[in-house]
């Protein structure tokens, strides 16, 4: 059974720095990861969606990376600003047969201090 | 667009009592999900479906039944009711892709369920 697991839980850092969120899957037979953003009482937004046969992902001040072999993503955000205050998930398919079928990390929450 | 919306915002249950709730995407998109957020956890997948009329157990499907009887609604319901399933339930919605991996879910902004 495919499991995500992200670490740090919850993360503050003063606005203007950069930093890196982590993913890790156990099962790497994977059609994608993709990242989204959650706003406290709000639905899910996605922000980038890697294919598995891509290596990384940018938008923005956003660049997600894959490494299929390693089991890992990460998720870097480039200059952070109080607005990237969210909490963010990452989410790969259940099983390679399943590809549409998500399973989701419990998250990690951003603080981005002014 | 509207998107993707789910009716209602927040319900309050009795343990027993029945309920659907709503999903409606306007995007003719083929594939629907229903997922529930509990604190702590990340979203798990609780009923799909791939195309109207069709519908498949997800990851934790008991207690649950849904149904799509026109493409841009998908219906979730509780027969009975229990104190396990207070949690926040999404709908999301994605479009047929060229290949498995292409298709980018879109989210409804969840609906609160408390079971007293």
């Known amino acids: 059974k495919q499991e995500v697991t992200q670490i740090p839980a919850a993360l503050s850092v003063p606005e203007g720095e950069n930093l890196v969120l982590n993913c890790s899957f156990t099962?790497?037979?994977?059609?994608?990861l993709q990242w989204f953003r959650q706003d406290p009482g709000k639905g899910l937004t996605s922000l980038l969606l890697?294919?598995?046969?891509?290596r990384e992902q940018t938008s923005g001040r956003l660049n997600a990376s894959l490494d299929k072999s390693s089991g890992r993503s990460t998720l870097y955000i480039a200059a952070s600003q109080p607005g990237d205050s969210a909490t963010y998930l990452c989410?790969?398919?259940?099983?390679?047969?399943?590809?549409?079928?998500?399973?989701f990390g419990s998250g990690t929450q951003l603080t981005v201090l002014p | 667009n509207a998107g993707v919306t789910q009716t209602p915002k927040f319900r309050v249950l009795k343990t027993g009592q029945s309920m659907t709730l709503l999903c409606a995407q306007d995007?003719?998109?083929?594939?629907m999900y229903w997922y529930r957020q509990d604190p702590g956890m990340g979203l798990r997948l609780i009923h799909y479906?791939?195309?109207?009329?069709?519908?498949a157990k997800g990851e934790v499907p008991d207690g649950y039944n849904v149904s799509r009887l026109k493409k841009q609604n998908f219906l979730l319901g509780l027969e009975s009711a229990a104190p396990s399933q207070t949690s926040v339930y999404f709908c999301?919605?994605?479009?047929?892709?060229?290949?498995?991996?292409?298709?980018?879910?879109?989210f409804g902004p969840g609906t609160r369920l408390l079971v007293l």
């Open positions: 890697i294919q598995s046969s891509q």
């Open positions: 479906s791939v195309g109207e009329g069709t519908t």
């Open positions: 989410a790969v398919p259940i099983s390679s047969g399943s590809a549409r079928q998500l399973t």
């Open positions: 099962d790497s037979a994977i059609y994608n």
């Open positions: 995007m003719n998109h083929e594939y």
């Open positions: 999301a919605s994605s479009q047929r892709g060229r290949g498995a991996g292409q298709e980018t879910q879109y």
